[in-house]
Antibody, heavy 120, light 108 residues
Framework: QVQLVESGGGVVQPGRSLRLSCAAS????????MHWVRQAPGKGLEWVAV????????YYADSVKGRFTVSRDSSKNTFYLQMNSLRVEDTAVYYC?????????????WGQGTLVTVSS | SSELTQDPAVSVALGQTVRITCQGD??????ASWYQQKPGQAPVLVIY???NRPSGIPDRFSGSSSGNTASLTITGAQAEDEADYYC???????????FGGGTKLTVL
């Protein structure tokens, strides 16, 4: 069965960096676009970034553009979010999610989320 | 990027029908997807495309679209349907994804 498992969250000071990982299994990882979506405490869902199935295209929300970078390693079936220059407002649960084939903004599987807390 | 607008809260009596709406200019071009999220859990896809349900989603969930408005309808709401519901779609460029602000559904 499809599984997405995030890791790498934690407490970090403003201005520092953190890298999140999303380990995928149960599907052909190299065939699907992958997304990061975050949810601040008590708030709604916010799309963060996408990387295409082959890594050739990457897009970012305006709120993270220039600070966050997505990447993927198909040899490890893992997808990453490098977060630099972190801000207090980046505090959220970060979910990785998989595209549904043929429906690139329909996320049919989600990880359990990893909490990132940015605080001094 | 474009925005998607949802009513913050909606309530429905047990067994009745409820419609949750999502408005945005990009919906004239792209279908919305709908997600259910219960407290402390990851979102779950309930509707995608024109009106498609993933495996395991009850058929009381349906989707529709007209102009700039997408709707999620629950026909015969159950207590377990009480949750937050989010729509998402593409923005006008087609490269970015946008979420609505979410609707909290209360089943009375």
């Amino acid at each position: 069965q499809v599984q997405l498992v995030e890791s790498g969250g934690g407490v970090v000071q403003p201005g520092r960096s953190l890298r999140l990982s999303c380990a995928a299994s149960g599907f052909t990882f190299s065939s699907y676009g992958m997304h990061w979506v975050r949810q601040a405490p008590g708030k709604g869902l916010e799309w963060v970034a996408v990387i295409s199935f082959d890594g050739s295209n990457k897009y970012y929300a305006d709120s993270v553009k220039g600070r966050f970078t997505v990447s993927r390693d198909s040899s490890k079936n893992t997808f990453y979010l490098q977060m630099n220059s972190l801000r207090v407002e980046d505090t959220a649960v970060y979910y990785c999610a998989k595209d549904r084939s043929g429906y690139p903004h329909s996320f049919d599987y989600w990880g359990q989320g990893t909490l990132v807390t940015v605080s001094s | 990027s474009s925005e998607l607008t949802q009513d913050p809260a909606v309530s429905v009596a047990l067994g009745q029908t409820v419609r949750i709406t999502c408005q945005g200019d990009s919906l004239r071009r792209y279908y919305a997807s709908w997600y259910q999220q219960k407290p402390g859990q990851a979102p779950v896809l309930v509707i995608y495309g024109k009106n498609n349900r993933p495996s395991g989603i009850p058929d009381r969930f349906s989707g529709s679209s007209s102009g700039n408005t997408a709707s999620l309808t629950i026909t015969g709401a159950q207590a377990e349907d009480e949750a937050d519901y989010y729509c998402n779609s593409r923005d006008s460029s087609g490269n970015y994804v946008v979420f609505g602000g979410g609707t909290k559904l209360t089943v009375l």
